[in-house]
């Protein structure tokens, strides 16, 4: 005798390939005490099935990794932690990774792209050390103090401007460049029309009559 938990049912469904009267017998018995009112995961079955069927049973839920004792319903809480979770990982990789389609990868600028030193000059250790070193800190410094000073004001601005040109090409350059289209419509027919019947046979046979024409060149 084996107890199972009819709020998975697909360990109902895996018994069918097993042994398919114990799994209609459940399926009946189911179906017969929700007609009373009861909710799914409450109805408790016993199936009887062998030691045999059993084994095989389980072996087709490990394949598929399936655990009979996991509730099927997830709580408000578990939700609300994995919103957290996916929200808290995305700003990581907002912050980590701040050049995803690589718009700014000529901006890539080292002391050594900048500033180099052929062998037949080169100035004191110190100096190239102090040098390369001040490179790259006033560099990364007064970049930080810039934007902060114009990164938040510059992003408003630009925001708004992306605002108003997205606005404007939906709602008027769209609408006119389909309006241009509709009633262009019915000169593109004439316009074919005149092509096929006017212009396309005599430039078609004015292209006959000299394609018949040879010029041969000779030596004398």
């Known amino acids: 005798m084996s107890h ?8 109902v469904i895996l018994l ?27 109805i408790a079955i016993d199936i009887e099935i062998t030691e045999e069927e059993e084994e095989e049973v389980s072996s087709l839920l490990d394949q598929r990794e399936i655990n009979p ?12 932690g994995q919103d957290s979770l996916a929200a808290h990982s995305n700003t990581k990789a907002l912050i980590k990774d701040r050049d995803p389609k690589g718009i700014n990868k000529y901006l890539e600028v080292t002391f050594e792209d900048v500033i180099a030193e052929p062998a037949s000059v080169s100035s004191f250790d110190k100096v190239w050390l102090w040098s390369h070193a001040l490179f790259e800190v006033s560099r990364l410094w007064f970049y930080r103090i810039i934007s902060l000073l114009l990164a938040v004001p510059v992003a408003l601005v630009a ?45 078609r046979s004015f292209g006959k009559c000299w394609g018949f024409i040879r010029i041969s060149l000779e030596k004398y």
């Open 159 to 203: 925001g708004v401007l992306f605002a108003v040109l997205s606005c404007l090409h939906i709602w008027l350059i769209v609408p006119s460049v389909q309006l241009l289209v509709i009633n262009l419509h019915w000169i593109k027919m004439i316009w074919h029309n005149v092509l096929d019947t006017a212009i396309s046979p005599f430039f």
């Open 16 to 42: 069918f390939s097993v042994c398919p009267q114990e799994a209609f017998k459940t399926i009946t018995h189911i179906l017969h005490t929700m007609d009373q009112g009861a909710s799914l995961k409450d």
């Open 69 to 80: 004792n996991d509730a099927p319903d997830v709580t408000e809480a578990q939700t609300e």
């Open 4 to 11: 199972l938990g009819a709020s998975d049912s697909l360990i």
